[in-house]
């Protein structure tokens, strides 16, 4: 009785790794992520709300005086230079 030669396991699921990286690269260097890490990036989009961050203050502590201590500062998103992203956890 003669067994068949066939494709292992193992090299599917590396031939499938390596489908979603080359995926994942196309879209890095095609610009298509653009949109998405904007998105990410958008303080409304996290429910949250831009506030002025008055000098002297951290941004968590200016988030906690103008939210009643409800809110915590959020770093990285579009809210721009000298103002946070006030977030409810």
């Given at each position: 009785?003669?067994?068949?030669?066939?494709?292992?396991?193992?090299?599917?699921?590396?031939?499938?790794?390596?489908?979603?990286?080359?995926?994942?690269?196309?879209?890095?260097?095609?610009?298509?992520?653009?949109?998405?890490i904007?998105?990410?990036?958008?303080?409304?989009?996290?429910?949250?709300?831009?506030?002025?961050?008055?000098?002297?203050?951290?941004?968590?502590?200016?988030?906690?005086?103008?939210?009643?201590?409800?809110?915590?500062?959020?770093?990285?998103?579009?809210?721009?230079?000298?103002?946070?992203?006030?977030i409810?956890p």
């Amino acid at each position: 009785m003669r067994k068949g030669q066939g494709i292992s396991l193992t090299v599917i699921i590396v031939a499938a790794i390596a489908l979603i990286v080359l995926v994942v690269l196309v879209a890095i260097f095609s610009g298509r992520m653009g949109g998405w890490i904007r998105g990410v990036q958008s303080c409304p989009n996290k429910d949250g709300v831009c506030v002025t961050v008055a000098s002297g203050n951290t941004p968590g502590a200016q988030c906690k005086l103008q939210t009643d201590g409800r809110a915590v500062s959020l770093p990285n998103t579009d809210c721009g230079e000298g103002k946070t992203c006030c977030i409810a956890p």
